[in-house]
């Protein structure tokens, strides 16, 4: 999915393959699927945005316009990815959108005060959940101006 | 304009007239001489011509005489008229010819008499130079005397004709002068008519300038008499009028002021109202910014004087209230002087005359004042105090009028202070009459008041009720009327005459204690004591009080006594516990079966023993202190558990109630004690004990027990927490990719599947959706439980229309008239209370979806003092039988098709009221509608 030529666009963090694919189908319907990286656990989120996941970053790897958070990962949930994101001066300002299953999350006020810039239930509807994909991918990557490098 | 005084007018009228008459004389005079022509200097010339005209022709007639004389007689001394009057003649002719050449016409004619008279002078002269003829009578003599004649005559015709042209002349003056009188005198006579006119005029002028505002003040001073103080005096006229004007308005501002106040002061009891009256009086007479009235009263027998009425703006340190006279400095000074104070700067109050409070006066603001003392009966009965912002306003002249009023003010004053003592008087009396009324009304005994003419003038409602009547009755009766039967206690009845009250009428005597006995309409015969009071004239009892007392019951009640007595001592005797009458020295006196029983004894044996000879050793001591404690009368009576010894030998536990009977005097007389056998008890009790502990060994086990479920429960809670958790993304996450797959194949694979596909998978998306909706709801539900209640004051109307609107959607469309009644505000978590309203008023939407008209009603009542809300809707209802089925969770009494929805709703309004402490119900009947009732529990209502 990713393509060095151009700058990343949008990082992807999703376990379930269902919901990824999903994810990723509405993503190319609407045309916003052209640079994207897919992690499937926290780790590998961490690693490809900070080299790794454990040692304090050398260096950022990548700095995506925007990233699509689920938070039930397995080995390093999406708290502390997002934390991480946040607390690291290089990367506190890329936007992230934590996406969940349910509204029923106790860890939506944790995901704000965190610094979450969005947070999206994920509906059961498919063309709701295609919807909000659309309209977070049009507005974070087409319509938001990232922070300046 | 300037007022005139009554002399200016006049003067100006006559100094008008004076000048127009001027005016008319000159204009006179210029027209006369206009008309005369002649002057008297003209008539003066004709008349000396004419004299001198004459005297020439005299002094001519003289010279002829003279000379003739000589000639005739030859003797000179007849000459000498004719030397006389030739010497005098030059000169007359001389002023001849002056006079001539100033009247026409004579100088010619002058000339000639002239001529002729110096010929024959001349003639006459040359006759002298030559000696006398001597022949007189020669005709030549002849001759020559008539030539001389002939002069002379013709002098004597010149002199003719100047004497009549001189006449015509003065003939002519005569006409002009006639005609100029005639001028004249018409002029005069005009110049007396104008003069008359002008006259006239400026009298009326004067005239009604001086009558008519006399004769408006007149009216007005008519109308005063009459008592129209209402309208102002406004004459306008001369100065002396005016001012009188200006001073009956005084009088009449000043008239009405006091009728005013003598209005109010008289149709007023009341103080204030009084001072109010006199305060605004005042200032109709003198302005002031501010006022007090004081008035003299008494304190603790000193002289004090009283700030009763104060208006304007305050004075520091001002003496307001009460003070004693001796420290009130102002006032002290005019009941001493009883003059006013006038001081027209209170800047420039001399040291000496300061009455030391023209400082603050100055610093209010305030320049002049007056102290006016209120003088009644030539005492001074208070005193008014004016103060003003200009300086010098107040004067004796303004004052007087206030002085004036004082006596009216005093009257007032004592009417006020008499009505007050009469209203105390009054009150007195009305309180006096209530407490006698109450004492009446509050006695068991009856009371009647009766006149000695049979006439009951009062009677209290027990005197009502013991006679079986109502007051009303007997207050409309005479007392004889009442049908009483009287009898002695045991004898015969009673004569009228022998009733108390007529003993005590006759006698003058009270009665007491009489007993009577009477016939009630309702209870039959009943007993009376009665006392009869007479109250006392001079001549003799007017009228009786009777007291009575009702006691057809006391008497039974004796009659009963005596009875039970008797019984009662069975009673005792047979009574199942044992009873004993014990002297204060512990001897038993007396006893009764029971007690022999218990202890095995006789009577007889037991009457031998002290109380202490059968008591347990060990008990001995322990009633002392209680018995102590009832001789001191601290306690009426006491009850002890203590150990007897039986006849046997044998210990038995006895339950003692001692109590102390006492004499009418109070002293102790013996104690009465009741023995109750509780033995058997003791023995409950020690088992009890036993079973005692076993149970608190139970339930501290069971503490533990319940500390560990409790502990379990909380488990439970969070696992179910969890699981909630764990549901909504667990389960969620499935059908979102089942839905979401099959929406993919149905949108972008369509052509590849069989139609039949195509449904399944659409049923297969709907379902996914519809279990998608069951969980939400489901962890809605389970949240309620969780989630915590912040209650707040509500509007529960607003909320409704809040929610009214959210749902539009769902009326859109559709008839639907909903009635939101009279809801008060409720206390409740507003996010939750409007759930249970959304959930209830979407379901009267759903349920009357296929109503033509859906009507629904929202409404509150008050019910067993709960308050209640309800939404009731004419939709399809259903058998209440299937209540109880309503609020479980998943439970539905309709057909999915039919009407759409999962089954939770009516559970998490439940879980929600239930919450809150309250409790919902319903009430319907199929396709007759259904009623929601809930209830919001303590918190709700008026909050």
């Known amino acids: 999915m990713e393509t060095r030529e151009s700058t990343l666009e949008l990082l992807l963090v999703e376990d379930n393959p269902s919901d990824l694919e999903l994810a990723l189908h509405a993503l190319r319907k609407h045309r916003l699927a052209n640079h994207i990286k897919v992690a499937r656990d926290g780790v590998e989120a961490l690693e490809y945005l900070f080299g790794s996941s454990t040692l304090p970053q050398q260096h950022v790897h990548e700095r995506p316009k925007v990233v699509l958070l689920d938070l039930k990962l397995p080995l390093i949930n999406g708290l502390e990815v997002l934390a991480r994101i946040k607390a690291d001066p290089r990367t506190q300002n890329i936007p992230v959108v934590v996406l969940t299953s349910s509204r029923e999350d106790p860890d939506i006020a944790e995901c704000y005060r965190l610094g979450a810039n969005s947070y999206i239930v994920k509906p059961v509807d498919f063309e709701q959940f295609s919807e909000s994909i659309r309209l977070l991918g049009l507005y974070w990557v087409v319509t938001n101006q990232p922070p300046p490098e | ?943």
């Open chain 2, 1 to 943: 304009m300037v007022p005139l005084s009554i002399r200016g007018h006049l003067l100006l009228g006559f100094v008008g007239v004076a000048a127009i008459l001027i005016v008319a004389w000159l204009i006179t005079a210029n027209r006369l001489s206009v008309v005369g022509g002649n002057d008297t200097a003209t008539v003066m010339t004709t008349d000396a011509l004419t004299k001198n005209v004459f005297a020439r022709m005299k002094l001519n007639d003289d010279e002829e005489t003279g000379l003739r004389g000589y000639l005739l007689t030859g003797k000179p001394e007849f000459l000498q008229p004719y030397h006389a009057a030739r010497q005098q003649l030059p000169a007359l002719r001389q002023l001849g010819d002056v006079l001539a050449s100033q009247e026409p016409g004579a100088l010619p004619l002058q000339k000639t008499m002239r001529q002729r008279a110096v010929a024959w002078e001349s003639w006459a002269q040359a006759l002298l130079r030559r000696p006398l003829p001597a022949t007189p009578r020669s005709p030549a003599v002849i001759r020559e005397q008539m030539q001389g004649k002939a002069l002379n005559d013709r002098l004597r015709t010149a002199s003719t004709d100047l004497l009549r042209l001189l006449d015509a002349r003065r003939q002519g003056h005569l006409q002009t002068s006639i005609g100029t009188l005639d001028t004249l005198r018409t002029w005069l006579l005009g110049i007396v008519v104008a003069a008359l006119g002008l006259l006239a005029f400026a009298g009326r002028h004067t005239i009604r300038a001086v009558t008519r505002p006399l004769v408006q003040l007149e009216q007005r001073a008519r109308a005063i008499g009459r008592g129209d103080l209402g309208n102002p005096i406004d004459v306008r006229g001369p100065v002396e009028l005016f001012r009188l004007a200006e001073a009956m308005e005084r009088m009449r501002r000043q008239l009405r002021s006091q009728h005013e106040l003598a209005t109010s002061i008289g149709s007023t009891l009341q103080l204030d109202d009084v001072y109010a009256a006199f305060a605004s009086y005042i200032r109709d007479m003198a302005p002031y910014e501010r006022l007090t009235l004081s008035i003299g009263t008494v304190v603790d027998g000193e002289p004090a004087i009283s700030t009763v009425y104060s208006t304007g703006p305050a004075i520091a340190g001002e003496e307001i209230g009460q003070s004693p006279l001796s420290a009130h400095s102002v006032a002290r000074t005019v009941y001493v002087t009883q003059t006013p104070i006038i001081r027209d700067n209170l800047s420039d109050v001399r040291p000496e005359e300061s009455l030391g409070d023209e400082q603050a006066a100055l610093d209010a603001g305030l320049r002049s004042d007056a102290i006016v003392p209120l003088l009644s009966d030539g005492r001074a009965i208070g005193a008014v105090h004016l103060w003003s912002r200009q300086p010098a306003v107040y004067s004796q002249q303004v004052l007087e009028p206030i002085q004036a009023f004082a006596p009216f003010v005093a009257a007032a004053l004592e009417n006020a202070r008499l009505y007050e003592k009469v209203q105390q008087a009054a009150q007195a009396l009305r309180e006096s009459k209530d407490l006698y009324e109450t004492v009446l009304s509050s006695l068991e005994e009856g009371v009647i008041l009766q006149y000695a003419d049979g006439r009951i003038g009062a009677a209290n409602h027990s005197a009502a009720r013991i006679l079986g009547t109502t007051v009303d009755q007997l207050l409309g009766q005479s007392g004889y009327d009442l049908q009483w039967t009287i009898a002695n206690a045991d004898g015969p009845s009673l004569s009228g005459d022998l009733h108390p009250a007529r003993e005590a009428l006759r006698t003058g005597k009270p009665s007491t204690n009489i007993l009577m006995e009477f016939q009630t309409a309702d209870r039959g015969q009943a007993w009376l004591t009665v006392n009869a009071q007479p109250l006392l004239h001079d001549d003799g009892p007017y009228a009786v009080v009777c007291s009575f007392t009702d006691i057809t019951v006391s008497r039974a009640v004796v009659g009963a006594l005596r009875e039970s007595e008797e019984r009662f001592r069975n009673a005792v005797d047979y009574a199942p516990i044992g009873m004993a009458l014990v002297s204060l020295d512990g001897r038993l006196l007396q006893v009764n079966q029971a007690f022999s029983t218990a202890l095995g004894y006789t009577e007889q044996e037991l009457l031998t023993f002290t109380f202490t000879e059968l008591t347990h050793s060990d008990d001995l001591e322990n009633h002392l202190p209680s018995m102590r404690r009832a001789v001191a009368g601290e306690i009426h009576s006491y009850q002890i558990d203590k150990r007897y010894i039986h006849k046997d030998g044998h210990t038995v536990w006895i339950r003692v109630s001692v109590s102390l009977l006492r004499n009418a005097a109070g002293d102790p007389l013996h104690y009465v004690a009741q023995f109750e056998d509780i033995s058997q008890r003791k023995q409950a009790e020690a088992a009890l004990v036993a079973s005692e502990h076993a149970y608190r060994e139970l339930s501290a086990e069971l503490e533990v027990r319940v500390e560990a479920r409790t502990a379990q429960l909380e488990m439970a809670v969070r696992e179910l927490e969890a699981f909630s958790y764990s549901v909504s993304h667990d389960l969620r996450a499935p059908l979102r990719a089942v839905h979401g797959f099959s929406r993919i194949l149905l949108e972008e694979h369509k052509q590849a599947l069989a139609p039949e596909a195509g449904r399944y998978l659409e049923l297969v998306s709907q379902e996914a959706q519809k279990m998608g909706v069951l969980i939400d709801d489901l962890l809605r539900f389970s949240r309620l439980s969780r989630q915590p209640l912040t209650t707040q004051p509500l509007f529960m109307a607003n909320l409704v229309q809040e929610v009214l609107d959210d749902l539009r959607f769902d009326i859109e469309g559709r008839k639907v008239e909903v009635e939101i009644g009279d809801l008060p505000r409720c206390q409740a978590d507003p996010a939750l209370l409007k759930q249970v309203l959304v959930n209830l008023l979407s379901n009267a939407l759903k349920f009357t979806q296929l109503r033509e008209t859906a009507h629904i009603t929202v409404g509150y009542k008050e019910q067993n003092d709960e308050h209640v809300y309800f939404v009731k809707d004419n939709g399809v209802g259903f058998d209440m039988k299937y209540a109880p089925k309503l609020f479980g969770v998943f439970q539905r009494l309709h057909r999915v098709e039919d009407y759409a929805g999962t089954g939770v709703g009516l559970a998490i309004v439940q879980r929600i009221v239930h919450r809150h402490g309250g409790r919902i119900w319903a009430d319907a009947a199929p396709d007759e509608g259904a009623t929601f009732y809930f209830t919001l529990g303590s918190s709700s209502g008026n909050a």
